[in-house]
C-alpha cells in the first residue's frame, strides 16, 4: 500500500521543515492508482496540467487545498483518468544510476558540463539526442563516471522567505560577473528598505560591513543546525540588536534590502551553502518556496504572514 505524500528527507530539522501537506493516511484509493513524485519547481497546478487534469481533482485525491506546500520526493496520488507520467528524457535508470533534476534553464550541454561528463555519454544514458526537449522537473539518468560533488538543483526547504515582496527575480546562476567571477546566487529584485528575513532558525555566524571596495556591502551569513549556511549581500541596513553568534527564528527580521557593495540597483543577493559546502543555484528553493509574494499569497512557507 501507497502511503501518499511521503515526506522527502529534509535538509532540515522538523522544527524549521515547512508543513506538510494534508493527504490520505490510507493511500490512493486503489492499489494501481498513478502516483507522481513531486520535482524540483513543481505547483499543483503544473502537475494537474501535465497530468490533464483538474487542480480541484488533483487536490481532492489528496484531501489537500491549494495553499498546501509540496517538497520534492512528495508522492501524490493522482485522480481517475489522469495520463500516464510523461517526461520523455526521463528513462528509468539502473538502480546504481544517480540522477539529476532539471532546473530551469538548463540545457543538455550545460547539464554535462556540470556533472563532468561528455554530451554523447549524456544524451546515450538518457536514449536522447541534443534536440531531446528538456523540462524543468525532468529526471535524467547520469552516466557511469559523472561527478556530481554538489547538485546544484537542490531545493532546500525554506521556512521563510528571504525578503518581503513584491520582488522579481530570474534564474542568473552562473552567469558572468565581473573580474572573472560567476554568479552563484539568486538577485531578488525589491523595493529598497524593505525587510529580509532569516529563511530558517539558525544563529547569525559571520557579518560584513559595507566600506570602499566591498563586493558584498553589509552583509549576512545565518548558519543552521546541520552546516547549512545562507548569504546574504547588500543590505542598507542591519536589523537592531543584531550581532555575530546571535541566534535567530524564521521569519525575523535580521536587516533591509539596499545597495551596499558591487551593486548597481536595490536587491538582495542569495546564497545557499548546504552543509557549509559549495554554493548551488538557489533560484529553485526560491520558487519552490512560493518566489515573491504579495497582497493575499503573502503567506510564507511556515504559514505566518509578514508585518507591513
Ligand atoms: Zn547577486
Given at each position: 500500500?501507497?502511503?501518499?505524500?511521503?515526506?522527502?528527507?529534509?535538509m532540515?530539522?522538523?522544527?524549521?521543515?515547512?508543513?506538510?501537506?494534508?493527504?490520505?493516511?490510507?493511500?490512493?484509493?486503489?492499489?494501481?492508482?498513478?502516483?507522481?513524485?513531486?520535482?524540483?519547481?513543481?505547483?499543483?497546478?503544473?502537475?494537474?496540467?501535465?497530468?490533464?487534469?483538474?487542480?480541484?481533482?488533483?487536490?481532492?485525491?489528496n484531501?489537500?487545498?491549494?495553499?498546501?506546500?509540496?517538497?520534492?520526493g512528495?508522492?501524490?496520488?493522482?485522480?481517475?483518468?489522469?495520463?500516464?507520467?510523461t517526461?520523455?528524457a526521463?528513462?528509468?535508470?539502473g538502480?546504481?544510476?544517480?540522477?539529476?533534476?532539471v532546473?530551469?534553464?538548463?540545457?543538455?550541454?550545460?547539464?554535462?558540463?556540470r556533472?563532468s561528463t561528455?554530451?554523447?555519454?549524456?544524451?546515450?544514458?538518457?536514449?536522447s539526442?541534443?534536440?531531446?526537449?528538456?523540462?524543468p522537473?525532468?529526471r535524467?539518468?547520469?552516466?557511469?563516471?559523472?561527478?556530481?560533488?554538489?547538485?546544484v538543483?537542490?531545493?532546500?526547504?525554506?521556512?521563510?522567505?528571504?525578503?518581503?515582496?513584491?520582488?522579481?527575480?530570474?534564474?542568473?546562476?552562473?552567469?558572468?560577473?565581473?573580474?572573472g567571477?560567476?554568479?552563484?546566487?539568486?538577485?531578488?529584485?525589491?523595493?529598497?528598505?524593505?525587510y529580509v528575513?532569516a529563511?530558517?532558525?539558525?544563529v547569525?555566524?559571520?557579518?560584513?560591513?559595507?566600506?570602499?571596495?566591498?563586493?558584498?556591502?553589509?552583509a549576512?551569513?545565518?548558519t543552521?543546525?546541520?552546516?547549512?549556511?545562507?548569504?546574504?549581500?547588500?543590505?542598507?541596513?542591519?536589523?537592531?540588536?543584531?550581532?555575530?553568534?546571535?541566534?535567530?527564528?524564521?521569519?525575523q527580521?535580521?536587516?533591509?534590502?539596499?545597495?551596499?557593495?558591487?551593486?548597481a540597483?536595490?536587491?538582495?543577493?542569495?546564497?545557499?551553502?548546504?552543509?557549509?559546502?559549495e554554493?548551488?543555484?538557489?533560484?529553485?528553493?526560491?520558487?519552490a518556496?512560493g518566489?515573491?509574494?504579495?497582497?493575499?499569497?503573502?503567506?510564507?512557507?511556515g504559514?505566518?504572514?509578514?508585518?507591513?
Amino acid at each position: 500500500m501507497f502511503a501518499c505524500v511521503a515526506i522527502a528527507a529534509s535538509m532540515f530539522d522538523a522544527a524549521s521543515a515547512p508543513r506538510a501537506s494534508a493527504a490520505p493516511a490510507g493511500g490512493c484509493g486503489s492499489s494501481d492508482a498513478a502516483v507522481h513524485e513531486v520535482a524540483a519547481g513543481d505547483t499543483w497546478f503544473e502537475i494537474a496540467s501535465d497530468a490533464g487534469v483538474a487542480m480541484r481533482d488533483l487536490l481532492a485525491a489528496n484531501d489537500a487545498e491549494a495553499s498546501d506546500a509540496i517538497h520534492p520526493g512528495d508522492e501524490l496520488c493522482l485522480p481517475e483518468g489522469a495520463n500516464a507520467p510523461t517526461g520523455g528524457a526521463a528513462a528509468a535508470c539502473g538502480t546504481t544510476s544517480a540522477t539529476y533534476t532539471v532546473a530551469s534553464g538548463d540545457s543538455w550541454f550545460v547539464i554535462a558540463r556540470r556533472v563532468s561528463t561528455t554530451l554523447a555519454d549524456l544524451l546515450d544514458a538518457n536514449g536522447s539526442t541534443a534536440r531531446t526537449v528538456l523540462q524543468p522537473g525532468d529526471r535524467l539518468c547520469l552516466p557511469k563516471g559523472s561527478v556530481l560533488a554538489v547538485n546544484v538543483n537542490t531545493v532546500v526547504p525554506l521556512a521563510a522567505l528571504p525578503v518581503q515582496g513584491p520582488c522579481w527575480y530570474g534564474n542568473t546562476w552562473q552567469a558572468p560577473r565581473g573580474g572573472g567571477r560567476r554568479h552563484e546566487g539568486v538577485d531578488l529584485i525589491v523595493t529598497p528598505g524593505n525587510y529580509v528575513y532569516a529563511v530558517a532558525d539558525g544563529v547569525l555566524s559571520r557579518r560584513a560591513w559595507d566600506q570602499p571596495g566591498s563586493l558584498s556591502g553589509n552583509a549576512w551569513w545565518l548558519t543552521t543546525a546541520d552546516g547549512t549556511y545562507f548569504f546574504y549581500a547588500h543590505l542598507s541596513d542591519f536589523a537592531p540588536g543584531l550581532q555575530t553568534g546571535t541566534r535567530v527564528r524564521a521569519g525575523q527580521i535580521i536587516g533591509f534590502v539596499g545597495s551596499t557593495g558591487n551593486s548597481a540597483t536595490p536587491h538582495l543577493h542569495f546564497e545557499i551553502h548546504p552543509f557549509g559546502g559549495e554554493p548551488i543555484n538557489p533560484y529553485p528553493t526560491v520558487r519552490a518556496a512560493g518566489g515573491c509574494k504579495r497582497g493575499a499569497g503573502y503567506e510564507q512557507p511556515g504559514g505566518w504572514i509578514p508585518e507591513t
